[in-house]
């Protein structure tokens, strides 16, 4: 069976860092890309960031490009999003998500329907 877990989040101060896990089971980690999305209250889904199955180039939302980096550990089935110099504006729910097999993340990678499974998410809150 197919699982998500993401840890991680919490509440940091303005200009804070925090890592985010997601850890994977049920599938071959090696096979498969995955991406970041948050959702902030009152707000639509936005996709943080995708990384492919190999680790290759990562993509970034403009929003958080040049603060966040994705990266995976295939020995733990595990992909992290390191977030620094944290904003108000990054508070949210953020979910972890697989990319459907075959697909990439640059184009595929927007769709959130492109994404088969989902975690359940882990709220950060960015405030002083």
């Known amino acids: 069976q197919v699982h998500l877990v993401e840890s991680g989040g919490g509440l940091v101060q303005p200009g804070g860092s925090l890592r985010l896990s997601c850890a994977v089971s049920?599938?071959?980690?090696?096979?498969?890309?995955i991406g970041w999305f948050r959702r902030a209250p009152g707000k639509e889904r936005e996709r943080v960031s995708c990384?492919?199955?190999?680790?290759?180039?990562?993509y970034y939302a403009g929003s958080v490009k040049g603060r966040f980096t994705t990266s995976r550990v295939s020995a733990k089935n595990t992909v992290y999003l390191q977030m620094y110099d944290l904003k108000p504006e990054d508070t949210a729910v953020y979910y972890c998500a697989r990319l459907k097999r075959d697909f990439y993340c640059a184009g595929h990678g927007s769709q959130p329907s492109n994404y088969d499974y989902w975690g359940q998410g882990t709220p950060v809150t960015v405030s002083a």
């Open positions: 049920g599938f071959a980690f090696d096979d498969y890309g």
């Open positions: 990384l492919r199955y190999d680790g290759g180039t990562p």
